[in-house]
């Protein structure tokens, strides 16, 4: 074979598989879209994979999934860049509903943050409560040998995610001041989501604040050795909310056209069905041994476990609603 | 929406104030990228001398191993970094993932090809008579041999910037093995991966500011670059060949 002829074979070659993987990609995308932007533990556990092969199984959606944290979440929905948010931080979720930027929340799962690190628990902080812990925590930074800062103990998301708002919570609770902490050589900060700053503090041998569902993912994975060192409580209770993005807010024009509201609002109707509340509920059971999260929709109705239940209406309810009137757009039966 | 004047606005009052912030990762990207290219000369050079100066078995086979190792995505290093410092990896009894040792022992890894490559490009383009001639004129094979290394000096230069530029645009191996460590004590986070960091909480105002900077650096380089390439030049034009050794003959007589 000649060289022209060599060169010619190659250059077919090369257009054959452009021009198959355009149609294919054309074909993918000739579903509707519906954009996503998700906490990082929904997503890092694997459940988001699951929900997302179900559903798109029986809908003619493609759900398209970005990982992000909760603020990060919500500041994409605000910018147009998302149809749905999936989050886990009552007070940002409520600035986001106040500012009109999403409706018709409801809460769809729940689990435990906790207080993750080294076996050998050298701040000593197992079965303490979450302030007591942070309060030992802090006495072993200021007090370990090492202050060169090549030691860090605590290692922070620094993301303004929801485990990242509750983190600051907690430390303000315990007495402390996140910010000047944030300055302390034994503070540490990644800046990333749960699963990458859960493999910082393994590999550091520090402590962090987790949700239980990723934790135990990566735990059970056998990607950390880090163990869970308090108990569950009432301050350590996380709640995940799903809300459509306000059709009224104005897309980005580089993603979609509109917010697509129809879609969103089908999905929500889809995670608070009693299947999807079951599927959730025992994601992970048998693999890891206890759920990652409970489905938190027929207990609400319930109103049992207690007293989680008024945990949950404490923490993650406004004006006694996890959806007041106002912030509804139609779809009233979702609140009945 | 990202408001850009806004927030290019901002990254210019942040740059021209001086953010304490900002000229942290700054400096840590200066200091790691530039550690990392001399740790990479240590090794590398050496190397590329080995490799253009000797004649062996499968030394285009190298030569082309290491073009291909220059386009190495740096994200499938940071990976087998990663795998490599890690607490069960062969040198995770280090204790370097997430730490400065790891981003700038990873830097000079990722740019040891483009130093070597570049390099001995530079070696083997000085006229082979040089190497003979310094020998005629009673020179051991080292003196040689640092001969042809200071014909190919500007060459070598070269080499030595187009990798820093490389080490301090990556973001790959810096996110993998160094983590974007923020906080009081040893930080890792660099201008990419603060960039990529700010732009995902929308603090774009900072993130505009050290993609400025980036870009400043990057151009210094290349104006050094440009700057040497043509005194270089003038230099070659204006000594008599092989002037050097025939003076150090001379002061030897």
């Not at chain 2, 927030?7 to 200066?30: H, K, N």
């Not at chain 2, 040089?130 to 070269?158: C, F, H, N």
């Not at chain 2, 973001?171 to 991966?193: A, H, K, M």
């Amino acid at each position: 074979m000649q060289a022209w002829q060599k060169l010619l074979l190659v250059a077919a070659l090369a257009t054959i598989i452009v021009v198959a993987g355009t149609l294919v990609y054309f074909n993918y995308f000739s579903k509707r879209r519906l954009f996503i932007s998700t906490t990082t533990s929904l997503y890092d556990t694997g459940l988001l994979d699951v929900i997302e092969a179900d559903y798109e199984a029986t809908h003619n959606v493609d759900l398209q999934i970005t990982a992000v944290g909760t603020g990060v979440a919500i500041q994409q929905a605000q910018n147009g860049d998302a149809d749905i948010v999936l989050v886990h931080s009552p007070s940002v979720e409520k600035t986001f509903l106040e500012g009109g930027y999403g409706v018709n929340r409801k809460i769809i799962a729940y689990n435990f943050f906790t207080i993750v690190g080294p076996a050998d628990d050298p701040a000593q902080i197992y079965g303490k409560t979450a302030a007591e812990a942070l309060f030992n925590i802090v006495q072993y930074g200021e007090n370990m040998p090492d202050q060169s800062g090549a030691t860090q103990i605590w290692v922070s998301r620094g993301d303004n995610s929801g485990t990242n708002s509750k983190e600051k919570s907690l430390w303000t609770a315990a007495g402390y001041n996140y910010t000047e902490l944030s300055d302390e050589v034994w503070f540490a900060s990644t800046g990333q989501g749960m699963g990458a700053t859960l493999t910082v503090a393994d590999q550091k041998g520090a402590y962090t604040l987790s949700d239980i569902g990723t934790y135990l993912k990566y735990y059970s994975d056998g990607n950390i050795d880090l163990v869970s060192l308090i108990l569950e409580e009432q301050a350590l209770l996380n709640v995940y909310s799903v809300m459509a993005v306000s059709p009224d807010v104005s897309a980005n024009q580089s993603l979609h056209e509109n917010i697509n509201f129809e879609d969103a609002m089908n999905f929500i109707e889809y995670l608070i069905s009693d299947s999807t509340q079951e599927l959730i509920t025992n994601y992970g059971k048998d693999t890891y041994g206890q759920s990652l999260f409970t489905g938190a929709v027929q207990q609400l109705i319930a109103d049992e476990p207690q007293p989680l239940m008024r945990w949950v209406q404490d923490y993650a309810f406004f004006d006694g609603s996890e959806c007041p009137p106002q912030y509804r757009n139609g779809y009233e039966d979702l609140y009945s | 929406m990202a408001d850009i004047l806004a927030d290019t606005a901002e990254a210019l009052q942040l740059i021209i104030t001086g953010d304490p912030e900002i000229l942290g990762i700054v400096s840590r990207s200066l200091l790691f990228s530039g550690t990392a290219v001399i740790l990479a000369i240590l090794w590398g050079t050496p190397l590329a001398m080995l490799i253009a100066m000797n004649e062996f078995r499968g030394k285009t086979l190298i030569k082309t191993f290491l073009n291909t190792l220059i386009g190495l995505p740096t994200v499938v290093l940071g990976l087998i970094l990663f795998l490599i410092f890690s607490k069960g990896g062969p040198l995770g009894f280090l204790g370097l993932l997430y730490t400065p040792a790891a981003i700038m022992l990873g830097q000079a890894v990722l740019i040891t090809p483009i130093l070597v490559s570049i390099g001995v490009s530079a070696i083997e383009s000085v006229d082979p008579e040089i190497m003979s001639l310094s020998r005629t004129l009673g020179a051991s094979e080292s003196q040689a041999q640092v001969a042809v290394l200071k014909e190919a000096a500007s060459g070598i230069v070269l080499s030595d910037l187009a990798s820093f530029n490389r080490a301090i645009g990556e973001l790959g191996v810096v996110l993998l093995v160094g983590g974007n460590i923020g906080g009081g004590g040893n930080r890792t986070d660099v201008i990419t991966t603060a960039i990529s960091r700010n732009v995902q909480i929308s603090e774009f105002g900072l993130a505009i500011a050290l993609g400025i900077l980036l870009v400043l650096i990057l151009f210094t380089i290349n104006m050094i670059v440009a700057v040497l390439r043509k005194a270089n030049y003038i230099v070659e034009l204006a000594k008599p060949p092989f002037s050097r050794f025939k003076r150090n003959r001379e002061t030897k007589q």
